[in-house]
């Protein structure tokens, strides 16, 4: 989005060193804005490389490692992020866990992960931010969903319920938030090739089933995504809110 005065417009993007994240970070780098990139600690290496990119791009890299199901953790990165960077014009929360299992066979501590990290975690960035957002009357606010959250998959049912609090939250979200000119909306990705991507699909042969049954004959990159969130993120969506677009290639219709 364009920022109020002439300062750098800020983005922050949530799992950053790989996949998805690190093309939203380098998109949005590339889109003329400074980025806050944020991981685990475990892949700060990959992070450090994601922010060097965006260093070859010319603008100004802020790096945080940070475990989005922790609220203490969050708190603190944000206040450290708004204290250097200033501002955050533009909130995307990417972080997200997969794993694989049938419901009947599904243990309480994998169903409570992927809750903490793919929905408590995008609350409490949310609670985090978007304060700042509705102090400054400005903000954009871009949550990674699934299609898996509209349809439901079988051995992704935990999953699905996940990216459907998503949405859920991406709407209710956009009604609280709307008076003070701050913008909710989601993505639902199809099947994009990332590590997450690939574990999923398991198989070569699962990839060639489902560049089939795609009515663009292929697969998601990574980068599929980037247009769809600087979209949200732009002026051009200014009177977008509290939506859920699919960017799966024509594989799914609701
Ligand atoms: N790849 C796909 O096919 C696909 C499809 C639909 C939706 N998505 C969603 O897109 C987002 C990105 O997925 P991806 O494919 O790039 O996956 P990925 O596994 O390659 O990357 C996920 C990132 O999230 C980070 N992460 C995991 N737990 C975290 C935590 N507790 N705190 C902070 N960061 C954490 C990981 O370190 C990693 O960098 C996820 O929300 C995922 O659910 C992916």
Redesign the pocket.
Known sequence: MQSNNTTTPVALV????????QALALGFADAGYDVIV???PQ?EGDLRKTAEMIGLRNRKAYLYT????EREQINDVARRALEEAGRIDVLVN?????KLSLLQDLDEKTWDTHFD??VK?VLMMCQAIVPHMRERKSGRVIN?????GRQGVALQGH?AAT?SAVITLTRVLAQEVGMDGVTVNAI?????L????RN?LGSEAAVRHWEEVAALKRL?K?EDIVGPALFFASEQSDFVTGQALNVCGGIYFH
């Open positions: 949530t799992g950053a060193s790989r996949g998805i994240g944020t991981d685990l892949t940070l475990d989005v199901s990417n972080a997200g866990v997969l990290v793919n975690g990674i969903a699934s299609i898996a999953y990216k639902c990705p199809g099947i994009i990332t590590e997450m991507g999923n998601g990574p």
